[in-house]
Nanobody, 123 residues
């Protein structure tokens, strides 16, 4: 599975962005998908995950109620809708695929990673 993240950019605090992660390969629907982020000088952290069928979603407490993860298996794409953005959301965002189909918050459960897309929120 190859992953290509896009949709990052510069946005003012309180604004919105939608990240996309396009996958290659016919087995996309067999994988849970996740989004992680890494801010400058910090370790990469979990943001959100969605199970293979989309029936289960998980969020970090810091983004719950503001971010929404979704997937379109027909388009082999996963999305991260980010609303009410804050300066602390500034980071490089990575999408990842996990063979653990229910989804996971653990970075170690993910097998494939995209290249990252920069999100910068100005205050």
């Amino acid at each position: 599975v190859q992953l290509q993240a896009s949709g990052g950019g510069l946005v003012q605090a309180g604004g919105s962005l939608r990240l996309s992660c396009a996958a290659s390969g016919r087995t996309f629907s067999s994988y849970a998908m996740g989004w992680f982020r890494q801010a400058p000088g910090k370790e990469r952290e979990f943001v959100a995950a969605i199970s293979w069928g989309g029936g289960s979603t998980y969020y970090a407490d810091s983004v719950k109620g503001r971010f929404t993860i979704s997937r379109d298996n027909a388009k082999i794409t996963v999305y991260l809708q980010m609303n009410s953005l804050k300066s602390e959301d500034t980071a490089v965002y990575y999408c990842a695929a996990s063979a653990y189909v229910l989804g996971s918050r653990a970075e170690s459960e993910y097998d494939y990673w995209g290249q990252g897309t920069q999100v910068t929120v100005s205050s």
